[in-house]
């Protein structure tokens, strides 16, 4: 009995020191980094860099910066050069408070920039601030007595064109008129574009009055040439003005109370629509051609219709795909003629 008490007690002080030797260990420490002279290192934190020699997939590369395209045009400066020229008459005399502008092509995507400049009572004028290698164009608008002038390109590189700008004289006239039919009846309300042939110079429009009056001011004297900018077509040629006369004119144009109609069909009869119907006609005066232009398309039935025409002789075109051009003179046999067309396919 003694002998199991004393194996007893003998367990129970083994198994409180072994609980207290577990509870008094601490854990074996990691080994630390050297933190006394490293430093921390930025990190990509999207992207790792990839290990010398590993290979690496195309798509987690790094994009490279994009390369600037060739468009063809030199990159601009940040600031340009100044430009010297001089402008002046046939008579080698300078001249002074003319406007000069230059204006930069914009090729490529560039901002289009405009420079001015004014002669000075020399001639001599300068554009400020022309970027190197750019292409620009120049315009001198009609002034006083001179005509305008234009170039169409040039550079800092090709400026000798500049150095030495010829501006023609001309002569300015005045002139009133009538515009009337082919029966000299006024034509009331009608716009006409009037330009010169003679000289650098803006077109001018004119028109006439509820009477058919119209007047012209300050154009150069030389030939003219005379339109309509509507899908009625009218253009005059021929007629020149000269300077120091007086300019009172008649300008006739192909109207009147003449009706042309027609109908287009195939060769079975079949009507054929939206195919073209022109007019064309000509006639001349002691000082000038007139000509006159109209078309239209015939309808659902191939009817087509002209009205207000002058009764000169015509020249009739229709023009349908998959058929022969139809193209004829017409003379007029009463005021209100009437014809017929049969189309042939194309063989």
Do not use: C
């Not at 046939?90 to 406007?99: D, M, W, Y």
């Not at 010829?166 to 008129?177: A, F, P």
């Not at 006369?245 to 287009?264: C, F, K, P, Q």
Request: aromatic share 8%; hydrophobic share 40%; net charge negative.
């Amino acid at each position: 009995m003694k002998k199991f008490q004393v194996l007893t007690i003998v367990g129970v002080i083994l198994t409180l020191a072994l609980a207290l030797l577990f509870l008094t260990s601490s854990p074996v420490p990691l080994p630390e980094a050297d933190t006394a002279t490293a430093t921390p290192q930025p990190v990509d934190p999207v992207i790792p860099l990839p290990e010398p020699g590993a290979e690496t997939d195309p798509g987690l590369m790094q994009p490279l910066e994009p390369a600037i395209a060739n468009t063809g045009q030199p990159a601009p400066a940040e600031s340009g050069i100044d430009l010297a020229g001089w402008v002046g008459n046939a008579n080698v005399t300078g001249l002074g408070g003319i406007e000069i502008e230059a204006q930069s092509l914009g090729f490529d995507g560039e901002e289009i920039v405009s420079i001015r400049a004014t002669s000075n009572g020399s001639g001599d004028f300068i554009l400020e601030n022309i970027v190197s290698g750019r292409q620009y164009k120049l315009e001198i608008k009609p002034q006083d007595n001179y005509a305008g002038h234009r170039l169409d390109a040039f550079t800092s590189g090709s400026a000798e064109a500049l150095k030495k700008i010829i501006l023609d004289r001309i002569e300015l006239v005045d002139v009133e008129g009538m515009i009337v039919d082919t029966n000299l009846a006024p034509v009331a309300d009608f716009e006409l574009s009037v330009r010169s042939l003679a000289a650098e110079f803006p077109d001018r429009i004119i028109r006439s009055d509820s009477t058919g009056y119209f007047k012209l001011s300050a154009f150069p004297a030389g030939e003219l040439r005379i339109a309509t900018n509507a899908s009625d077509y009218y253009r005059i040629k021929g007629l020149e003005l000269r300077p120091d006369e007086y300019h009172n004119l008649t300008l006739m144009i192909d109207r009147g109370s003449y009706h042309l109609s027609g109908w287009v069909s195939d060769d079975n009869g079949s009507p054929l629509a939206q195919v073209q119907v022109t007019l064309k006609s000509a006639f001349a005066t002691g000082e000038y051609h007139s000509f006159s232009y109209r078309s239209t398309v015939t309808d659902d039935n191939g009817g087509f219709e002209f009205a207000q025409l002058g009764g000169h002789r015509l020249s009739l075109g229709i023009y349908a795909k998959g058929f022969e051009t139809y193209i004829r003179e017409h003379e007029f046999e009463s005021f209100a003629d009437s014809i017929r067309v049969r189309l042939k396919r194309e063989e």
